[in-house]
Nanobody, 115 residues
């Protein structure tokens, strides 16, 4: 069983930065694809960024060049560095692990960007 705990969310002004962390329990962390999803009020949940166990990454178009996903397989940790934040980035951010589709979800961390 895998458990995920996100941290690092908060309130930041537009143009600021935040770094989200995801701590994973359990074994075989490195074999999973890790993704960060977000859900804004009244909107559908969307995938923001994905990283494979080998480090290949992909990003949703609106965050390309601003967000960076990374992972430390030795420490069972994942990260989402968010720069140049915009009010439209306001959402609850979730860390996930899985193969193809997410099988495990964290509880989410709130990110609020003020204008």
């Amino acid at each position: 069983q895998v458990q995920l705990v996100e941290s690092g969310g908060g309130l930041v002004q537009a143009g600021g930065s935040l770094r989200l962390s995801c701590a994973a329990s359990g074994s075989a962390f490195s074999i999973y694809v890790m993704s960060w999803y977000r859900q804004a009020p009244g909107k559908q949940r969307e995938v923001v960024a994905t990283i494979t166990g080998g480090g290949s990454t992909a990003y949703e178009d609106s965050v390309k060049g601003r967000f960076t996903i990374s992972r430390d397989n030795a420490k069972n940790m994942g990260f989402l560095q968010m720069n140049s934040l915009k009010p439209e980035d306001t959402a609850v951010y979730y860390c996930t692990l899985g193969h193809g589709t997410p099988g495990y979800w964290g509880q989410g961390t709130q990110v609020t960007v003020s204008s």
